[in-house]
């Protein structure tokens, strides 16, 4: 499949997925989210997930504010709707899913980092969930996600104010995992996406299955959840292949 505003690209098992309308700083307007949400099932056969944003300065600076000023209760109601089923593609995709925030990542934006595994940061980065100062809240998954990494207080301070994060404030309270150099951040990330890649994937996928039912349900639950995720495991391929080359001290050849 082909899209005007999205780019798929793939690299052995490595499934890369760019917004592409740098003259809009990515924003994110219907046919966008549409292509989104399509390029996320195209992809997910894929091993390990980099999402980005093309040109310099932008990952996402968020949804098309243009595209939304006229739009009535049933049509926002519907373009929310849009953009949760994409936060939650990313958020359930099988495979862990890394955010290269390489600029700008505001209100849409921002929540599509917040449903990644992991975020990397540009030093360039400037990350905030800005929506009251146009008359809004937060409408794809930031009322309930930003808490999870920066605690209730912060969460709210950023909602309520509007306050944008530069990338090593967003590190510090635990918004990013990393900050990198600018020009080191597609390398950086790649070489974490190859990495993930060569996982056994069966088990990542378990694993990323059972720390989100850390979000979904009470701790028993998730306990129950991680229990079974574990022990279906043995007597996959990749369970023996690991356990064997530990034993012989060698390195594991996952399928």
């Known amino acids: 499949m082909s899209w005007d505003t999205i780019d798929l690209d793939r690299d052995e098992g490595v499934a890369t997925i760019t917004v592409d309308r ?8 219907t046919d966008t989210l549409e292509a989104l949400e399509e390029a996320l099932a195209e992809a997910r ?23 939304m000023a006229e739009l009535s209760v049933a049509e926002a109601q519907a373009y929310a709707e849009l953009g949760h089923r994409v936060t939650d593609a990313i958020e359930t995709f099988p495979a862990p899913v ?34 009251i100062d146009l008359g809004i809240v937060p409408g794809w998954g930031g009322t309930q996600r930003l808490s999870r990494l920066v605690g209730d207080e912060l969460a709210r ?15 510090q309270h635990g918004l990013v995992g990393e900050v990198v150099a ?32 850390v979000h979904e349900t009470h701790q028993s639950a998730g306990l129950t959840y991680e229990r079974r995720a574990w022990s279906g495991l043995f007597g996959t391929d990749d369970q023996r292949e690991g356990m064997r080359a530990f034993v012989e001290d060698r390195e594991p050849e996952f399928e």
Do not use: W
């Not at 740098?22 to 307007?29: H, I, V």
């Not at 600018?182 to 990495?195: K, T």
């Open 45 to 67: 056969d894929a091993r390990a997930l980099v999402l980005t944003g093309a040109g310099d300065d932008a990952f996402v600076a968020g949804a098309d504010i243009a595209y």
């Open 98 to 131: 890394i955010a290269a925030v390489n600029g700008y990542a505001f209100g849409g934006g921002c929540e599509l980092a917040l449903a990644a595994d992991l975020r990397v940061a540009s030093e360039r980065a400037v990350l905030g969930q800005t929506e």
């Open 182 to 213: 600018h020009d080191e951040l597609d390398d950086h990330v790649a070489g974490m996406a190859a990495e993930l890649a060569a996982k056994p994937k069966h088990a990542l996928q378990a694993a990323k299955e059972a720390m989100n039912q």
């Open 157 to 171: 301070r950023l909602v309520f104010f509007g306050e944008r994060v530069d990338a090593q404030d967003a590190h």
């Open 22 to 29: 740098p003259d809009r700083l990515n924003a994110l307007n």
